[in-house]
């Protein structure tokens, strides 16, 4: 068996210096460990750093001062020890907490840099008297970790230890300043709300109705605090609005926007639909905005009288649209007309939306030139008298000129500016025709009435001359040639008793329809004509069917048969030819009788064709007063008839009349 290996002198000397070596080593260690300990006892380290292969990492230390430091990290408030320079030495995790910034940046850093810049020289002046032995508390703001200012209540006070130093605590008071100035936007809401007609509501952040007026309540049937305000009042936008029929949501108020004068709907549990006017806007402090607050007013009844209103204009509108008058607005500030009725087509031949797009100056344009001047004296005097009425012509979209009748009235504002023309127009061209042909028929009866007396007194003399005549040609001493005048005189004075007879038989007419022969009143039509057609040799060529009679009055059908007797031979060249015929026709409406007046005149141009029979339209230029046919027509109706023209130029023109057979004229 081999023995133990022993070492050399050397080699043990060698190990007993290591081992002294790592000895004094360990001793110096000793030494340190028990100055921290001593250090650390009489709390002179707050924290102790221990350097690590990852890193050096901050101990706090639970030493004799356990109990301590676990309450001053179970706080709610931020605690810190500063040093006597300002020094953070030592904070707690909520004061990191509160501020969003590691432990490690706090502690340190001098506490001076975690006031925001505006508030630095107040902070430094407040740790200055907190130095000075002397209990400081104040409110400031703090910088986060994220650049955003909260408020704070920081209470600094001297610890009274070996080493000066300064305790620190410091209190978040974000929320409580949102509470408090929410209050406080409650206490003036509440002052609104008690004295307001109006239902309103204050809702939190989150859309909590926090506050709600007693209008509110007997708006919905309940209190609705503490009720989410989509929940307690479900609304819906108006339709006509944008997004109608959609859910309202408050969501726009809580940013910021402010929402006036929507009209919403609410269907309230146990009553019937109510219509709302909704105001909202947010409630604004200084962190931000921390709730909003609703008004909606109640227009149930306005929007049902809104609604008789629209269904008012609207029948008003219906009865202005169906007017054969054409009713205008024109706004005296623009010179545009404001509303035409559709009946304007029928007046002016314009349609609306053409009177609309022009404006007053191009209607006063069309006013006829002889009447512009008093048109425009008449609107200026409109805006002293307020209301008028004037006629006059205007040229329609037709081109000719109707007389118009202008009723209108003045719409002032307050201090007595006109603003508006409210009128109507009526067209009053028949109105005014009509007055033309009396006026014209009172001349032709005065004419009339002169004839028939100077007929009634020729006729005295003309009997003396007849029997002087007939004495004279019956003298047996009379000679051959002038036996001869006196028959041409007996001849003339024949045809002047007829004409002196036809005089008198029209003034006399009777007051009530009698059967009329229309062959007697033709002929004697012709005769009373005959020396006018011998002079321009004019054949009149007669054709009667064996006819009945018609209920008529004997001189206004004589009158029919003249006008248009009258117009033929105007037309009709020397030489020419006039036909007239009487013929029976049969009809579902019974028997009737054709009269027809034709000639080889020179006819009718097409375009003024079927304007023959409109007042004082005349082709004869200045020899025309333009009212023969339009009183041929008004008679051939009054009579129950009908009259027709047609016409070639060159070739000549027909005139057919039709009369009824009346029972009365048949048995006769």
């Known amino acids: 068996m081999a023995g133990p290996a022993f070492q050399s002198y050397d080699e043990c000397r060698r190990e007993i210096e290591a081992l002294r070596l790592k000895l004094?080593?360990?001793?110096?260690?000793?030494?340190?460990?028990?100055?921290?300990?001593?250090?650390?006892?009489?709390?002179?380290?707050?924290?102790?750093?221990?350097?690590r292969p990852e890193g050096d990492q901050v101990f706090t230390l639970q030493g004799a001062e356990y109990a301590y430091r676990t309450l001053v990290e179970a706080m709610n408030e931020g605690a810190a020890t500063l040093g006597v320079d300002g020094t953070v030495l030592y904070c707690n995790q909520r004061l990191s907490d509160v501020l969003g910034i590691p432990l490690e940046q706090i502690i340190g850093s001098p506490v001076a840099n975690l006031a925001v810049h505006r508030a630095k020289h107040e902070f430094e002046a407040f740790l200055a008297q907190a130095r000075s032995g002397e209990p400081c508390r104040t409110e400031i703001?703090?910088?986060?970790?994220?650049?955003?200012?909260?408020?704070?209540?920081?209470?600094?006070?001297?610890?009274?230890?070996?080493?000066?130093?300064?305790?620190?605590?410091?209190?978040?008071?974000?929320?409580?300043?949102?509470?408090?100035?929410?209050?406080?936007?409650?206490?003036?809401?509440?002052?609104?709300?008690?004295s307001a007609a109006e239902a309103i509501a204050v809702c939190d952040e989150i859309g909590m109705i926090i506050s709600a007026n007693e209008a509110l309540e007997n708006l919905i049937g309940f209190n609705p605090v503490f009720q989410t305000f989509e929940s307690a009042l479900p609304l819906e936008l108006n339709a006509e609005s944008a997004g109608g029929g959609k859910r309202f949501s408050i969501a726009e108020a809580m940013r910021g926007v402010t929402v006036r004068g929507q009209e919403v709907h609410l269907v309230r549990k146990h009553g019937h639909p109510v219509s709302l006017l909704l105001t909202a806007s947010a409630i604004k402090a200084s962190s931000g905005i921390v709730g909003c607050v609703l008004t909606m007013t109640d227009i149930t009844e306005r929007k049902r009288a809104e609604e008789a209103l629209r269904a008012s204009e609207a029948r008003f509108r219906s009865v202005l649209d169906s007017s054969r008058d054409f009713i205008y607005r024109a706004d005296l500030q623009t010179g545009h007309y404001e509303y035409v009725s559709p009946s304007v087509r029928n007046v002016m031949g314009f349609s609306p939306e053409e009177l609309l797009s022009v404006g007053q100056k191009v209607s006063l344009a069309m006013v006829h030139p002889d009447d512009l001047p008093v048109v425009q004296a008449w609107l200026a005097r409109l805006a002293d008298t307020?209301?008028?009425?004037?006629?006059?012509?205007?040229?329609?979209?037709?081109?000719?000129?109707?007389?118009?009748?202008?009723?209108?009235?003045?719409?002032?504002?307050?201090?007595?500016?006109?603003?508006?023309?409210?009128?109507?127009?009526?067209?009053?061209?028949?109105?005014?025709?009509?007055?033309?042909?009396?006026?014209?028929?009172?001349?032709?009866?005065?004419?009339?009435?002169?004839?028939?007396?100077?007929?009634?007194?020729i006729n005295n003399p003309l009997e003396t001359i007849g029997n002087v005549v007939y004495l004279a040609s019956t003298d047996a001493g009379i000679s051959p040639a002038a036996k001869s005048y006196l028959d041409i005189a007996v001849q003339e004075l024949d045809r002047i008793n007829h004409i002196t007879r036809q005089t008198l038989a029209f003034h006399r007419d009777t007051s009530i329809p009698i059967p009329v022969d229309l062959r007697e009143s033709i002929e004697g039509v012709v005769k009373f004509f005959t020396p006018r057609l011998a002079s321009r040799d004019v054949d009149v060529t007669r054709r009667y069917a064996d006819v009945g009679r018609i209920m008529a009055f004997g001189s206004e059908i004589q009158q029919v048969v003249s006008n248009l007797l009258s117009n033929s031979m105007d037309a009709t060249p020397a030489r020419g030819r006039i036909e007239i015929r009487l013929a029976q026709t049969c009809g579902n409406d019974g028997d009737k009788i054709r009269l027809t007046i034709a000639d080889t005149g020179s006819g009718i141009h097409p375009h003024q064709l079927a304007k023959v029979f409109e007042p004082f339209?005349?082709?004869?230029?200045?020899?025309?007063?333009?009212?023969?046919?339009?009183?041929?027509k008004q008679i051939v109706e009054k009579h129950g008839g009908t009259i027709r023209v047609r016409s070639k130029l060159g070739s000549g023109t027909v005139f057919s009349i039709v009369f009824p057979i009346a029972e009365v004229a048949k048995a006769q």
Not at 165 to 193: F, N, P, Y
Not at 435 to 456: C, D, F, P, Y
Not at 617 to 632: A, D, I, P, R, Y
């Open 617 to 632: 339209f005349t082709t004869k230029e200045m020899h025309g007063t333009g009212l023969g046919l339009w009183v041929t």
């Open 141 to 194: 703001e703090f910088l986060t970790g994220d650049s955003r200012q909260i408020p704070v209540y920081v209470s600094l006070r001297d610890m009274k230890l070996g080493e000066p130093a300064l305790c620190m605590v410091v209190t978040d008071l974000t929320e409580s300043k949102k509470r408090e100035e929410l209050v406080a936007s409650g206490r003036l809401a509440t002052s609104i709300l008690d």
């Open 24 to 51: 004094a080593e360990a001793e110096n260690r000793l030494a340190e460990a028990q100055d921290v300990i001593a250090a650390i006892q009489a709390g002179e380290v707050d924290a102790v750093v221990v350097s």
């Open 386 to 457: 307020g209301e008028g009425e004037l006629e006059y012509r205007l040229r329609v979209g037709n081109g000719e000129y109707r007389w118009l009748s202008n009723h209108a009235s003045i719409t002032k504002d307050s201090a007595g500016r006109p603003l508006y023309r409210n009128g109507s127009v009526r067209d009053i061209t028949e109105k005014k025709t009509a007055e033309a042909a009396l006026l014209q028929s009172e001349k032709l009866a005065s004419v009339g009435r002169m004839a028939s007396t100077i007929a009634h007194e």
